[in-house]
């Protein structure tokens, strides 16, 4: 072959080997971008034929506010109000800033006498202040979910709490137990953040129950779970059964569990 010739080839060799290598790159860049990954952790709440999806944070901000609700004794419809107010002012998250030096769950203001500022970044303290005032209300029991709380927040949008009606009432009926199973959350338990805070002691503080072994009725039972799985992941739980079915985090769902009867729950070994 003329030298001329076996160059050329050279060249053509080497600029095939090169897009094959280029090829390949890409082969494998586009396995890595399109492998599912882990999946998010989230909660869902679903009643009805309706679900939502909230993260972790916002689930136990949520269960947080109607667990209050029934420690101070308070008819479903006031965790409902709170729920569309939370859900209006920080999207049931606990915002350390906001407009002038509103703060927490329900942007309430130390210097409108809601209290200091360090105590409304407590979710137990935020929601019990709302509370407080919602019952000062006169017939706020009575009153359509936008209005009571209205009357507490006093908002410069004075009908927005409305389109979060139906939300926060789907919310509350999971959360308060009267929907056996309504709310599942999914994570991966090596998120867990602490396997070692007291458990029990949370529970009391903000439902007032007084241990997860403690008598209840079905419907307050079922709370309790409520509250127990969004808040499984700060408290290291693996598992969560009651009344034939069991929660886990990897599922992410209630199943069927024959076994389960009473109100129980695992908790993954404490971390040295």
């Not at 602490?194 to 529970?203: E, K, M, Q, V």
Request: charged share 20%; proline share 6%.
């Amino acid at each position: 072959m003329p030298t001329t010739g076996r160059k050329t080839a050279k060249r053509v060799g080497a600029a095939v080997l090169a897009l094959m290598v280029v090829a390949i790159a890409l082969i494998a860049v586009v396995m890595v971008v399109t492998r599912p990954g882990p999946a998010r952790p989230e909660c869902r709440v679903t009643v009805s034929d309706t679900t939502y999806r909230l993260d972790i944070a916002q689930a136990a901000n949520a269960a947080t506010i109607a667990g209050v609700a029934r420690r101070t004794r308070l008819p479903d419809h006031a965790v409902t109000v709170a729920l569309a107010a939370s859900l209006q002012e920080s999207n049931l998250r606990n915002l350390d800033y906001g407009d002038r030096d509103s703060v927490g769950l329900f942007q309430q203001r130390p210097s409108q006498g809601w209290g200091p500022r360090a105590q409304l970044l407590v979710p137990t303290y935020a929601a019990a202040a709302f509370y407080r005032e919602l019952v000062k209300v006169a017939d706020w029991e009575g009153l359509p979910v936008n209005d009571a709380a209205q009357k507490v927040q006093r908002s410069g949008a004075p009908s927005a709490y409305a389109k979060w009606e139906s939300m926060a009432r789907d919310l509350a009926i999971a959360l308060t137990g009267e929907r056996p199973a309504g709310i599942a959350c999914r994570f991966h338990t090596g998120d867990i953040t602490s396997s070692t805070a007291t458990l029990n002691s949370a529970l009391e503080r903000e439902t007032g129950v007084t241990g997860v072994g403690a008598t209840q009725t079905p419907v307050g039972a079922w709370a309790t779970a409520a509250w127990l799985v969004t808040h499984a992941q700060e408290f290291g739980l693996t598992e969560v059964a009651l009344d034939g079915r069991q929660w886990t985090p990897s599922s992410g769902r209630w199943q069927s569990s024959p076994a389960a009867t009473e109100l129980r729950v695992e908790k993954a070994p404490a971390r040295p």
